[in-house]
Nanobody
Framework: DVQLQASGGGLVQTGGSLRLSCQAS????????IGWFRQAPGKEREEVSC?????????YAEDSVKDRFTISSDNAKNTVYLQMNSLKPEDTAVYYC?????????????????????WGKGTQVTVSS
């Protein structure tokens, strides 16, 4: 079974930091990306960042995230991290990790188009003002 175990969420004050982890297992794609997505109350789920396993290429959804968040991976542990610094109240959301088969497509497309094959359960991030 595919398992995507996200952890590391919590309550933090504005300007604080959190590191999310996503441990992935149970799939056999030749190449894939792991993505972080988030959904705030009353809003649609949006992409945050993705990383491709084969070459470590990364994608960030917007400049404001790229300046504050860093996605990384430890392939030996099948774990992807999202280091989130300088958190803002608008970062409050449920954060999901997901696995995306590469399909020979650009990482940007995989991430932006939410071409997700499997979703993990989310982890709540709450940033207080």
């Amino acid at each position: 079974d595919v398992q995507l175990q996200a952890s590391g969420g919590g309550l933090v004050q504005t300007g604080g930091s959190l590191r999310l982890s996503c441990q992935a297992s149970g799939f056999t794609f030749d190449d894939y990306a792991i993505g972080w997505f988030r959904q705030a109350p009353g809003k649609e789920r949006e992409e945050v960042s993705c990383i491709r396993r084969s070459d470590g290429a990364t994608y960030y959804a917007e400049d404001s995230v790229k300046d504050r968040f860093t996605i990384s991976s430890d392939n030996a542990k099948n774990t992807v991290y999202l280091q989130m610094n300088s958190l803002k109240p608008e970062d409050t959301a449920v954060y999901y990790c997901a696995v995306i088969q590469s399909r020979g497509l650009l990482l940007l497309r995989l991430c932006m188009e939410h071409r997700v094959d499997h979703w993990g359960k989310g982890t709540q991030v709450t940033v207080s003002s």
